[in-house]
Each structure stands twice: as structure tokens, then as C-alpha cells.
């Protein structure tokens, strides 16, 4: 089992900037792939960003080039986001892939506003 605790969400202004963490528990070794998606409000969820154990790297086209996503050697994923739009007002999760199955975090609200 993995447990996945999201953090660092919270209200930023156009053009703004902010980092999310998740923090990976339980059976991190694992884990294969992980990565960050949002569910906008009144939309369904989608994907933002992957890592892979081998730290490449995949992301939505509505967010390259303004997020980053990384990760440490041990149980931390990050998300740095920037030129932060309206739009990307959202509940992002954290969700971490094995062999076998999907585990997602509580989800951390980001909202983009003036």
C-alpha cells in the first residue's frame, strides 16, 4: 500500500507562482509512476503532469512550459507551478501508479484569483 499526503496549496494571484508537494509512505519502492492531476470545478479530472521512476517526464498541453514537476530519491514529488492562470484554479491530486495499482492523495485546493 501507498499513502500520498499532498501540500502547499492554497490562493495565488495571475501571473503568480506555487509549489505543491506530495509525500509518498508505505511501499515506495513500488512505485513506478507518479504524477499530479486536477479536477477544475464542475469539470472531471485530468492529467497535469507524470514522472517516472527514471525521471522522465510528461505534461498536458495546457501546462508546458509554465509547470515543472520533480522529484527527490526518496518520497517526494513536487510541482512548481508558474504564470499561473485562472484556469488552473482547481483540487490537484497527487497519484502514485505500481505494478498493480493507483493510489491518490486527499487532493490540495489551488486557486488562481485577483
Known amino acids: 500500500q501507498v499513502q500520498l499526503v499532498e501540500s502547499g496549496g492554497g490562493l495565488v494571484q495571475p501571473g503568480g507562482s506555487l509549489r505543491i508537494s506530495c509525500a509518498a509512505s508505505?511501499?515506495?519502492?513500488?512505485?513506478?509512476?507518479m504524477g499530479w492531476y486536477r479536477r477544475p470545478p464542475g469539470k472531471e479530472r485530468e492529467l497535469v503532469a507524470l514522472?517516472?521512476?527514471?525521471?522522465?517526464t510528461n505534461y498536458a498541453d495546457s501546462v508546458k512550459g509554465r509547470f515543472t514537476i520533480s522529484r527527490d530519491n526518496a518520497n517526494t514529488v513536487w510541482l512548481q507551478m508558474s504564470s499561473l492562470k485562472p484556469e488552473d484554479t482547481a483540487v490537484y491530486y497527487c497519484?502514485?501508479?505500481?505494478?498493480?495499482?493507483?493510489?491518490w492523495g486527499q487532493g490540495t485546493q489551488v486557486t488562481v484569483s485577483s
Open positions: 497519484n502514485a501508479v505500481t505494478s498493480h495499482d493507483s493510489f
Open positions: 508505505g511501499t515506495i519502492f513500488s512505485i513506478n509512476v
Open positions: 514522472i517516472t521512476r527514471n525521471a522522465a
